[in-house]
């Protein structure tokens, strides 16, 4: 069994005890490891999830966010919609890369337990008896990493930085403060999206 102290944190982070956050944290140390970097809370490292929107074990993002500190406020961890638990995880300062995705080696076991019956029948996850939360997550904790993990070679990663717009401006419509990139041209004004009426 791994030492459970990282997942206080993790607890603290995400908000709830599950499977799939503590198969993001393993996928997220494994890339770490695999690259040879530490997490950062800079932005030497971007991370992409293959998760999508509206579908089970998106949690895994968290744990992939907790582990390696790609957040979404620093810009740097996206999602490429594919519904897909793995991650590409490029270190930007040397421009490589590595993929690791979860294997479903577990999931006979996982869709059978008490936690997924539950959430099946519609149940939050914390709402479920903890140790029933726990049984899971030890499980993908406790599992040899090649049995959970597959750690794709580490590429180059032709890594194009996107540069950031750090000006705002106030909208003269609502009066609030609005990133610049996002001010929409309206007669001779220039508004935020909403008091321009523009679609996002
Ligand atoms: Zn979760
Ligand atoms: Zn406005």
Same mark, same amino acid.
């Given at each position: 069994m791994?030492?459970? $102290?990282p ?6 982070? +995400? ?9 993001g944290?393993?996928? %997220?140390?494994?890339a770490?490891?695999? @690259?040879?970097v530490?997490?950062?809370g800079?932005?030497?490292l ?8 509206? +579908? ?6 968290d %744990?992939?966010?907790y582990a390696?500190?790609?957040t979404? %406020?620093k810009g740097?961890i996206?999602?490429s +919609? ?7 995880l490029? =270190?930007?300062?040397?421009d ?7 294997k479903?080696?577990l999931?006979?076991k996982? $869709? ?11 149940a939050p996850p =914390? ?14 904790l406790?599992?040899?990493e090649?049995?959970v ?6 590429e180059?990663?032709?890594w ?10 106030t909208?003269?419509?609502c009066?609030? @403060?609005?990133a610049?990139?996002?001010l929409?041209? @309206? %007669?001779?004004k ?5 008091? $321009?009426?523009?679609?996002?």
């Amino acid at each position: 069994m791994k030492d459970q $102290a990282p997942l206080e944190g993790l607890l603290a982070f +995400h908000g709830h005890r599950c499977w799939a956050s503590t198969a993001g944290v393993r996928a %997220g140390e494994a890339a770490l490891r695999a @690259l040879g970097v530490e997490a950062s809370g800079g932005k030497s490292l971007h991370a992409i999830v293959e998760i999508g929107d509206h +579908h089970g074990a998106m949690c895994f993002a968290d %744990g992939v966010q907790y582990a390696t500190q790609c957040t979404l %406020g620093k810009g740097n961890i996206e999602k490429s +919609h594919r519904g897909k638990l793995a991650l590409t995880l490029v =270190d930007t300062a040397r421009d490589r890369k590595v993929r690791v995705s979860y294997k479903p080696t577990l999931q006979p076991k996982i $869709a059978a337990s008490a936690f997924m019956q539950k959430r099946a029948g519609g149940a939050p996850p =914390d709402e479920i008896p903890e140790a029933e939360q726990l049984e899971l997550v030890n499980l993908v904790l406790g599992a040899p990493e090649d049995e959970v993990l597959s750690v794709g070679p580490v590429e180059p990663a032709g890594w194009q930085p996107v540069r950031e717009v750090v000006r705002f401006a106030t909208c003269p419509g609502c009066g609030e @403060l609005v990133a610049e990139p996002y001010l929409r041209v @309206l %007669g001779d004004k220039m508004l935020c999206v909403d008091c $321009a009426g523009y679609q996002v």
